[in-house]
């Protein structure tokens, strides 16, 4: 007989692509991030990617492995000849310097990707020189600051910490 274990905290159904603008947290100018899954217990995220700009967002390698599914606009690495266009998957292999970019070159000015990230996202230099990291912790932190500040309150990112 199979029964379920006593503790397990409820599953997560909510609207990817929110009606209130203020469930987008801004990472950089521009640039937001939707939470949709924080998961302490094995360090990773899940989340939406929206750019709205174009130009390099960031040079980083990732210590584990990470997909993404693209679902509107479009996006590449400077290290690599494709294009990550709507409907692409696309999977990085963990160790893998690379940095993302939004262009005209691609024909889109505004992306929206689901990303799934296991462990950390580490921010390098030209040189390879660390200048950051971002983890499911800094992610927590991020999105509690932000809900306070536009009203939802801090405990609003709850719903997506597992």
């Not at 603008?21 to 217990?41: D, G, K, M, S, Y």
């Not at 709507?86 to 939004?102: A, K, Q, R």
């Not at 990303?115 to 921010?123: D, W």
């Amino acid at each position: 007989m199979i029964v379920q274990l006593p503790g397990i905290q409820p599953e997560i159904a909510v609207q990817a692509i929110p009606d209130d603008e203020r469930v987008w947290v801004p990472q950089a100018p521009a640039v937001w991030f939707r939470p949709l899954l924080l998961n302490t217990v094995t360090g990773s995220w899940c989340n939406l990617l929206r750019v709205r700009k174009a130009g390099v967002l960031s040079r980083h390698i990732h210590p584990s492995w990470v997909t993404g599914y693209v679902l509107r606009g479009a996006w590449r690495y400077l290290e690599h000849d494709w294009v990550a266009t709507e409907g692409s998957f696309v999977y990085e292999p963990p160790g893998e310097i690379h940095t993302l970019v939004v262009d005209e070159q691609v024909g889109a000015t505004e992306m929206i990707t689901f990303f799934n990230i296991h462990g950390a996202m580490v921010y390098v230099d030209e040189a390879g020189q660390t200048t950051g990291y971002e983890d499911v912790f800094t992610k927590i932190k991020m999105c509690c600051q932000h809900y306070e500040a536009v009203g939802l309150g801090a405990a609003y990112v709850d719903q997506f910490i597992r």
